[in-house]
């Protein structure tokens, strides 16, 4: 391995728990705190707490079956040019 991939696996690292910390404080932090708390301004509403992770878990299945279908296309296609 490079150093190219290990600096770039640390700075995905570093994003994944920045993101997961952000995330968890949004989820479990802020429906404890008063509505004129200074943690509002940096946080979306609520109703997109749920809606990203939904929204972003659809355009993965989608993407992974667009990748299975292309896959088993191509694997047609080589079997009967055979």
Same mark, same amino acid.
Do not use: H, Q, T
């Given at each position: 391995m490079g150093v190219a991939d290990k600096t770039l696996g640390t700075i995905l690292v570093a994003a994944a728990? =920045? %993101?997961?910390? @952000? @995330?968890?404080?949004? =989820?479990? #932090? #802020?429906?404890?705190? $008063? *509505? $004129?708390? =200074?943690?509002?301004?940096?946080f979306l509403p609520q109703e997109y707490a749920i809606l990203i992770p939904a929204l972003l878990l659809v355009l993965a299945i989608f993407v992974v079956? #667009?990748? %299975?279908?292309? =896959? #088993?296309? *191509?694997?047609?296609s080589k079997k009967k040019t055979k």
């Open positions: 728990a =920045v %993101i997961f910390a @952000y @995330y968890s404080a949004w =989820v479990f #932090l #802020l429906p404890f705190a $008063d *509505k $004129d708390n =200074v943690m509002f301004r940096l079956s #667009l990748f %299975i279908s292309f =896959v #088993l296309y *191509k694997e047609a």
